[in-house]
């Protein structure tokens, strides 16, 4: 197996400021795939949003703010830690058959650790959170794994999840129906401004830009349609599946979002 890339491009001229989450191309910013994604969805008036939650729950709009600001800002925080985790777990043992040597025993920690040698098992570790900015069509990007079958080849993109993906807490593949549609093209695919469906056109765009990019010669634009795209959720409460996380297999609509690059870049 050769050298697992964890954090790195190739590219001289690309650069990454992560705390500000900001790609550049030779001093140039460019835009990320989640900036890219946001032009489908409306906007988000949380000020409007939160006078009528707290005039529906009959408490104060400036308190259920902070609460909802501290809410956020924890989920973002487990979500960083959970990332963490599957790296320290990769670069305390680059195999994946030994334990995480930092001292690390929290719950959610041992469920990471147990989910990378599961996968040890049947795949290996190409790539992990490896940042890139686009060849053709210059948008920032960072997928969480890159796996490939030991034994047939089958490559696979998987993203971590760690909030809330559906109006049951969980990953099933069932949506709120209430719902705003997002925008055209993917308006008339009946897709909705849900965790469920903004993954599935997340993993689809990470696919496309992937099959493009001149120093991946693991996958080709070809291979789309045979390359699975996962989600791993781990949610806060490891209770709500056996094993502290599920992976579910995610649609593909990379000709939706092909279409929609040539015409929204």
Same mark, same amino acid.
């Given at each position: 197996?050769?050298?697992?890339? +964890?954090?790195?491009?190739?590219?001289? /001229?690309?650069?990454?400021?992560?705390?500000?989450?900001?790609?550049?191309?030779?001093?140039?910013?460019?835009?990320?795939?989640?900036?890219?994604?946001?032009?489908? !969805?409306?906007?988000?008036?949380?000020?409007? =949003?939160?006078?009528?939650?707290?005039?529906?729950?009959?408490?104060?709009?400036?308190?259920?703010?902070?609460?909802?600001?501290? #809410?956020?800002?924890?989920?973002?925080?487990? /979500?960083?830690? +959970?990332?963490?985790?599957?790296?320290?777990?990769?670069?305390?043992?680059?195999?994946?058959?030994?334990?995480?040597?930092?001292?690390?025993?929290?719950?959610? &920690?041992?469920?990471?650790?147990?989910?990378?040698?599961?996968?040890?098992?049947?795949?290996?570790?190409?790539?992990?959170?490896?940042?890139?900015?686009?060849?053709?069509?210059?948008?920032?990007?960072?997928?969480?794994?890159?796996?490939?079958?030991?034994? @047939?080849?089958?490559?696979?993109?998987?993203?971590?999840?760690? @909030?809330?993906?559906?109006?049951?807490?969980? !990953?099933?593949?069932?949506?709120? #129906?209430? &719902? #705003?549609?997002?925008?055209?093209?993917?308006? &008339? =695919?009946?897709?909705?401004?849900?965790?469920?469906?903004? &993954?599935?056109?997340?993993?689809?765009?990470?696919?496309?830009?992937?099959?493009?990019?001149?120093? +991946?010669?693991?996958?080709?634009?070809?291979?789309?349609?045979?390359?699975?795209?996962?989600?791993?959720?781990?949610?806060?409460?490891?209770?709500?599946?056996?094993? /502290?996380?599920?992976?579910?297999?995610?649609?593909?609509?990379?000709?939706?979002? =092909?279409?929609? =690059?040539?015409?929204?870049?």
């Amino acid at each position: 197996m050769g050298e697992i890339k +964890i954090n790195k491009t190739t590219d001289v /001229g690309d650069h990454f400021d992560e705390a500000k989450h900001q790609y550049t191309r030779d001093g140039v910013p460019k835009s990320s795939a989640t900036q890219w994604l946001s032009q489908f !969805y409306s906007e988000f008036d949380s000020e409007k =949003l939160v006078r009528i939650v707290a005039k529906y729950q009959k408490v104060n709009h400036i308190q259920l703010k902070k609460l909802w600001k501290a #809410k956020g800002t924890k989920g973002r925080a487990f /979500g960083d830690y +959970i990332h963490s985790m599957a790296e320290i777990y990769y670069l305390a043992c680059k195999e994946m058959d030994t334990s995480i040597e930092q001292g690390e025993e929290s719950p959610h &920690a041992i469920v990471v650790q147990n989910l990378m040698k599961k996968l040890k098992e049947t795949y290996e570790i190409l790539e992990m959170e490896v940042w890139r900015i686009a060849y053709i069509y210059e948008l920032g990007f960072t997928p969480d794994l890159v796996l490939r079958h030991k034994i @047939t080849g089958q490559i696979i993109i998987a993203d971590f999840k760690t @909030t809330k993906f559906t109006d049951n807490e969980s !990953y099933k593949l069932v949506k709120n #129906k209430n &719902a #705003k549609l997002m925008k055209e093209p993917f308006r &008339a =695919l009946g897709m909705r401004e849900v965790p469920l469906d903004k &993954a599935t056109i997340q993993l689809s765009l990470y696919a496309v830009l992937m099959s493009e990019e001149p120093s +991946i010669t693991y996958m080709q634009p070809e291979d789309l349609a045979n390359i699975p795209r996962w989600v791993i959720h781990i949610p806060q409460n490891i209770d709500k599946y056996e094993n /502290g996380y599920e992976i579910f297999n995610l649609p593909i609509i990379d000709d939706v979002v =092909l279409n929609a =690059l040539s015409e929204f870049i």
